[in-house]
């Protein structure tokens, strides 16, 4: 039996996170960024500083997510592995 390394243990997990996130739509990960906007801007018209700065500060991490998904679904992760 052979023992794994750690490159074949990070290329499964790495590759069972991408088959879950693969499953969300990429508007998903778009709504969720305006949604968080939204949010914040409501908190913040309601006086909720703190709270609104830290329900802001999501938009960019759903994008950055979204642009992520959008990347895996169209090339993948273990493309150099396959070529």
């Known amino acids: 039996m052979r023992a794994r390394t750690r490159g074949e243990s990070e290329d499964r997990v790495t590759g069972a996170i991408e088959s879950q996130t693969a499953k969300i739509p990429s508007v998903g990960f778009l709504t969720a960024a305006i949604a968080s906007m939204s949010a914040s801007a409501l908190l913040r018209a309601f006086g909720k500083k703190?709270?609104?700065?830290?329900?802001?500060?999501?938009?960019?991490?759903?994008?950055?997510?979204?642009?992520?998904?959008?990347?895996?679904?169209?090339?993948?992760?273990?493309?150099?592995?396959r070529a």
Do not use: C, T
Not at 50 to 62: I, S
Not at 73 to 79: F, I, L, R, V, W
């Open 50 to 81: 703190q709270a609104a700065l830290f329900v802001g500060q999501w938009a960019p991490a759903f994008l950055l997510f979204g642009v992520y998904n959008k990347i895996v679904k169209q090339h993948g992760s273990d493309a150099m592995n």
